[in-house]
């Protein structure tokens, strides 16, 4: 096991660049091999669940390689232009890698089989199977609808017309990825509006893509089979990871740092609304629009935060930040209520149950709810002191780690090691802003 330990902070202060929005580089990858010619993407992110969709799309037949510069150089095959890969497609950890490929090749006449981890295999996969088989493709896999599992896609894919029940990009994506070699129009309704990434993706491709906001979700069509032009992409830095060094600033007495470069997407911000209602002092310096993204320079220092109840409508937009959010919460004074977000029960792990064994452990006063929990902060330093499980949850190891750096105690963390599917730099990163993260048994620096 890689445990890692984290421990009390002085202050934080610096500047630092976080690596590239997952979601983005994810797609920036998938659609440039889609396009005709060379995508070339500056600043994507080289996290482990990027790589295995960069591998992925390399079986597919895209040409793929990284220049000494340390740009992404994608050879795309066309819209229709993919063949059958020649082995099983491993997307580790990655939900959204199996989704979005799940979904990419059901509309081309060949299997392809997909495996992961064993967080990856626990994970529900009927939501994108039920509408992908609308469009004509077929999945043979495990009886309660996991990995592995092999898609039969079909050469002749019907356009579909599709309500998401459930709040989710992945799902959207999936149907908007086959209905790329699909004729005719496919409509999507999504009921919550969910990040909006392969939208302004497909837009920036030449996808001929239309959103019509309607009755508080959106409404969403694609025209399928259209030539892609390759183009040139940099991908902004990404607010999820952003959101771990930005609350140890703002837990850690005496810190004034700047994080350059992030995404502000507005489907993705909710997080940063949460935490300055809660008294949280984030400034935005330099806002700007990079390849259809806004981005700007955050800089963040030490609050005195206030409890507040997060509006259930507001989970999309912060899904993957309520365990960080658990963490701000211990330091703010009274009861923080996170509900509305039942989704969080399947991500990477049951992130509701983990979180509240973990903050537990540490001594925090936490309640837990079918879909969210509330955090009772009292003013004091939690104790901390635990070792806990991640559950191959890269977004629980570096929440906990958060929470070492103004526990009394070391807080430590079974595996750090998966924290490299989205944030490989984040030790180094935390560290030299202040930090004192160590791998068992290290020296302290
Ligand atoms: C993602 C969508 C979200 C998020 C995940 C990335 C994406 O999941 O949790 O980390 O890139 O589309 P949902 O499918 O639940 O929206």
Redesign the pocket.
Known sequence: MNQLISSVAQKMSGTVTVPGD??IS??ALIMGSMAVGETVIRGLLEGEDVLNTAAAMRALGADIYRDDEGCWHVHGVGVGGLHEPAGALDMGNS??GA??LMGLVSTYPFSSTFIGDASLSSRPMKRVTVPLEQFGAEFHGSENGTLPMTVRGTGSPLPISYDVP??????K?AIMLAALNTPGITTILEKKP??D??ERMFSFFGVETTTTPQNGGRLITVTGQPELTARNLVVPGDP?SAAFPLVAALITPGSDITINNVGLNPDRTGLFTTLIEMGARIDLLNEREECGEPVADLRVRHSTLKAITVPEGRA?SM??EYPVLCIAAAFAEGTTVMRGAE?LRV?ESDRISIMVKGLRACGIEVEEFDDGMAVTGNGDKPKGGALVETHLDHRIAMSFLTLGMQSEKPVTVDDGSVIETSFPIFRSLMNGLGASIQADGEEKQ
Do not use: F
């Open positions: 997952k979601s994810h797609r939900g959204t989704r979005l459930v709040a989710s990009a992945q799902v994506s969910t990040r990434h392969t999820s999309p899904i993957d989704e991500k």
